[in-house]
């Protein structure tokens, strides 16, 4: 199966749970009134979402920097410590618990969780935040999600670590690509396997089921499907072998404090945040950055205006 297959088949499944969620969550009125608007919400979102590009953009286009910095620069290698510290504070390694229950149909489960299930959890509640009156909470996911990739990839600069199926192949089993090999394809695309503390999987998903519940008076059926979901997104890297229970512990306390700038901060308090406390030193990088992004802000406002 080719890449552009199973990206087509990806894309043709979550679509199918986007407009299900949508319909039965959302409203097919509410859907349609929020496209007649879609000018006035993108302008007021703008700086956020570009701040969200530019965090991808840098993560996605820095690939072979960072893995020259954290492995010929900084070498920090914390895998022997995460191992070492589980098998000290726990009776048992989590991944070996729940890799015991091993059967077929769990191993399905969790390999549909940890693809199909987490791109439509990570999607929907754009579309569910898009549509409300008010876009705050649409740009609390936004900072959120740009929090959580922002942080993550400086810990993944400063940390390398592999995950079990890669520091003990006897021990622990790599069930992902045993059970679906063709998600290599895509894994290997966004991803790097020394990507693992804290766990970027669980800290979106958590991410998502925190904000679910702070909204859950506007949908309120969201708040269990996403915790089911999230709940099994962390649970299914660990049993399919790619984190450690500390990095799920991990990215969930990313995901609390992600929500918790997401809610306390502005876009345009985060740059100024940034321009006055990074700006000396990193250089021109941050203040050219942050001089693009208002200029996005200010040609917003006099849109606006």
Known sequence: ????????????????????????????RRLVASLREFRWRLEVCALPVAMLAVVLV?????????MRLERRVIGNNITPLLFGMERALLPENPVIVLQSFQSPELTSFFVFVYIYGYAFLLLFPFLAYFVLDSMDDFSTLILAFTA????????YILFIAYGPRNFDPMLFEGLL???????RMLTNRVNQNTN???????????????LAWLTRAKYPLWVPISGVLAVSVAASTMYLGIHWFSDVVAGTALAAISV?????????????????????????????????????????????S
Request: charged share 15%.
């Open 260 to 304: 918790y700038i997401g809610r306390n901060y502005t876009a345009n308090g985060l740059l100024e945040m940034g321009r006055r406390y990074l700006g000396p030193h990193v250089g021109g990088l941050t203040g050219y950055v942050a001089d693009r992004l208002s200029a996005i802000n200010r040609f917003v406002r006099d849109r606006r």
């Open 1 to 28: 199966m080719s890449l552009v297959a199973v990206a087509l088949e990806l894309a043709l499944i979550v679509a199918t749970m986007l407009v299900t969620g949508a319909l039965a969550m959302i409203g097919p």
């Open 58 to 66: 840098i993560r996605w286009s820095t690939v072979d920097i960072t």
């Open 196 to 210: 693992v503390f804290p766990s970027l999987h669980t800290s979106l998903s958590m991410t998502v089921f925190f």
């Open 148 to 155: 959580n990739y922002a942080i993550g990839l400086l810990f």
């Open 177 to 183: 690509y045993d059970a679906f090999p063709q998600s």
